[in-house]
Every structure is written in C-alpha cells, then in structure tokens.
C-alpha cells in the first residue's frame, strides 16, 4: 500500500484535475445553448426550401439544372464535419465511423474522395492516405453562412467539374446532450427526398402553385441556395453535438474525479489507521518486553 505521503500527493493531483474538468464543463453547457439555439432556429428554412425544390420537380416534372443532372458515378465525395478539438467522448469517433461505412458503400469501380471540415476529420483521413481534396478547420464555435457558403461552393465546384460525380454529407444531428445521431445526407445531384410518406408525395403533388418567375428561373436560384443551406444546417447541428457530447463527457470525467478521491481519502485514512495500530503494537511489546 502507498504511503500517506503519497497518496496526499495524487489526491492534491485529482483535486486539480476535477477543477479542470468542472471549469470546461461550464464553459461547454454556455455554449451548448447557444449551439442549440441556431441549429433549432435553421432546421424550419432548411426543411422547407427543400420541399419547394421538391414540388418543383414533381409538380413540373423534369427541370434541367447542373446540381439536378445525375450522371454515371466514377468518383464519390464525403463531405465530413468534425470537430478541431477532443475531450468529448466518443464523438468523433463516431461520425468518422460513420464515414467510413458509407465510403464502403459505395457503386462497384468507384472511387473515393474526401472534404475534411475540421481537424480530427483532416487528421484521420490524411493519415489513412485518402484522397483528401479539401479541408476546411478552424471554424471556431459560432460558424456563419459565409463559412457554409464557401464550403458548399468548393463541393459544387468539384461536382461541376466532374471531378467528383456524387456528394454526401456526413455530420452529427443533435438530438439532446446525451445523444447525437451520425447522419449520412445525400447532397449532390440533387434528387427528390425519397423518405417522405405517401400521403405527403401526394398532397405535394395535389397543391397547385403558380410560379412567377417559371420554375426553370427558380430552380437556377434556388438550387444553389439549398445546398449552402443544408452545408450551414450540419455545421450547426454539429457545434451543437460537439459541445453537448463534451459537456458529458466532461461532467463524466468530473464524477469520476470525485469518486477516485473518495477511494484515494478512504486508502489514505486505512494507511494512517495501519500506522497507528502499528505504532500501539510495538508500543504494547515494548511494555511487555519491560515486564520481564
């Protein structure tokens, strides 16, 4: 067993280390509503510019556009949003996971490429010799449009150069701060969200809308538009996973310092009570020994 010493020294070190621990989970729960709140705000925007791109093209049938051509698949791109920093679980890990299993799943003679958003992202698939074809870290806690803007048009621009002939989007959808989902999003060409009900295909295609300017015009402005939408959506809903999964996994760390001290405090008192008893022994032998 160690000795009192010792163990006054690891309980000091702990102490230290659950001040730490307690400080940045504070620090994670301010931020964490922050996050929530703008992912919640973008979540009804993104949802309904694409039901109008929907009802575009089931209403009107076929509209020609570059970000809507689908065409053979030679190259598929990921689209991966990480965080830049660690301490926080078992988030990362997950969403690169994630990645990983779409990039498997992907059509026979394919390729695959990578955008890195965020330093874990970069780090990983740099490491693993992906093709990584742009990385975008740094983008602090509050990322803006502008951010999502310039991301979006780095992928449409691979996708209209052909240079890759399909986009997915990989990200965290937040759920609550003890749950955050790994989504895999179909970003690039653009298709008819195939995960909608019946009943709701068929009150889209029922409603009659009149379009002004025509719905080509529309589609050219809108299109664009979306996909820097969705981009700015999943940067949100990943700071908000980001910092929910570190205000947990902070908090776990701070119990667990706690429960360690209380483990470190009860070996130290068994090692002062071992002394003492050990003291009262020789003392007792001593007083015998004079005896004689």
């Given at each position: 067993?160690?000795?009192g010493?010792?163990?006054?020294?690891r309980i000091r070190?702990v102490?230290?280390?659950q001040?730490?621990?307690?400080?940045?989970e504070m620090?994670?729960?301010?931020?964490?509503?922050?996050?929530?709140?703008?992912?919640?705000m973008?979540?009804?925007?993104?949802?309904?510019?694409?039901?109008?791109l929907?009802?575009?093209?089931?209403?009107?049938?076929?509209?020609q556009h570059?970000?809507?051509?689908?065409r053979?698949?030679?190259?598929?791109?990921?689209l991966?949003?990480?965080a830049?920093?660690?301490?926080c679980?078992?988030?990362?890990?997950?969403?690169?996971?994630?990645?990983?299993?779409?990039?498997?799943?992907?059509?026979e003679?394919?390729e695959l490429?990578?955008?890195?958003v965020?330093?874990?992202?970069?780090?990983?698939f740099?490491?693993?010799?992906?093709?990584?074809?742009?990385?975008?870290?740094?983008?602090?806690?509050?990322?803006?449009f502008?951010?999502?803007?310039?991301?979006?048009q780095?992928?449409?621009?691979?996708?209209?150069?052909e240079?890759?002939?399909?986009?997915?989007?990989?990200?965290?959808?937040f759920?609550?701060?003890?749950?955050q989902?790994p989504?895999?999003?179909?970003?690039?060409?653009?298709?008819?969200?195939?995960?909608?009900?019946?009943?709701?295909?068929?009150?889209?295609?029922?409603?009659?809308?009149?379009?002004?300017?025509?719905?080509?015009?529309l589609m050219n402005?809108?299109?664009?538009?979306?996909?820097?939408t969705?981009?700015?959506?999943?940067?949100?809903e990943?700071?908000?996973?980001?910092?929910?999964a570190?205000?947990t996994a902070?908090?776990?760390?701070?119990?667990?310092?706690?429960?360690m001290?209380?483990?470190?405090?009860?070996?130290?008192?068994?090692?002062?009570?071992?002394?003492?008893t050990?003291?009262?022994?020789?003392?007792?032998?001593?007083?015998?020994?004079?005896?004689?």
């Amino acid at each position: 067993m160690a000795g009192g010493r010792d163990i006054k020294r690891r309980i000091r070190s702990v102490k230290s280390t659950q001040q730490i621990t307690g400080a940045m989970e504070m620090v994670a729960a301010a931020k964490l509503r922050r996050a929530q709140e703008m992912a919640v705000m973008a979540r009804p925007y993104a949802d309904q510019i694409g039901e109008v791109l929907d009802h575009l093209l089931k209403a009107e049938g076929e509209l020609q556009h570059p970000l809507a051509t689908a065409r053979p698949v030679k190259t598929v791109c990921l689209l991966v949003i990480t965080a830049d920093r660690g301490l926080c679980g078992a988030y990362n890990t997950n969403i690169i996971r994630r990645a990983v299993q779409s990039g498997r799943d992907i059509p026979e003679g394919a390729e695959l490429a990578v955008v890195a958003v965020g330093r874990k992202a970069r780090d990983y698939f740099k490491k693993r010799d992906y093709n990584v074809l742009g990385e975008f870290v740094n983008l602090g806690d509050n990322p803006n449009f502008v951010q999502a803007r310039e991301i979006a048009q780095f992928v449409v621009n691979l996708f209209l150069e052909e240079v890759v002939d399909e986009v997915r989007l990989v990200y965290a959808e937040f759920i609550t701060a003890l749950q955050q989902i790994p989504r895999v999003r179909h970003l690039l060409p653009f298709r008819i969200n195939e995960d909608e009900d019946e009943e709701k295909k068929q009150l889209i295609i029922r409603t009659d809308y009149i379009y002004e300017p025509d719905p080509d015009t529309l589609m050219n402005a809108i299109l664009p538009k979306f996909i820097e939408t969705q981009v700015y959506r999943a940067l949100l809903e990943s700071k908000a996973s980001e910092q929910g999964a570190r205000m947990t996994a902070l908090g776990a760390a701070t119990d667990n310092a706690k429960e360690m001290i209380d483990t470190l405090t009860l070996s130290m008192n068994k090692a002062r009570q071992a002394a003492i008893t050990k003291e009262l022994l020789e003392i007792v032998a001593g007083a015998e020994a004079l005896k004689r």
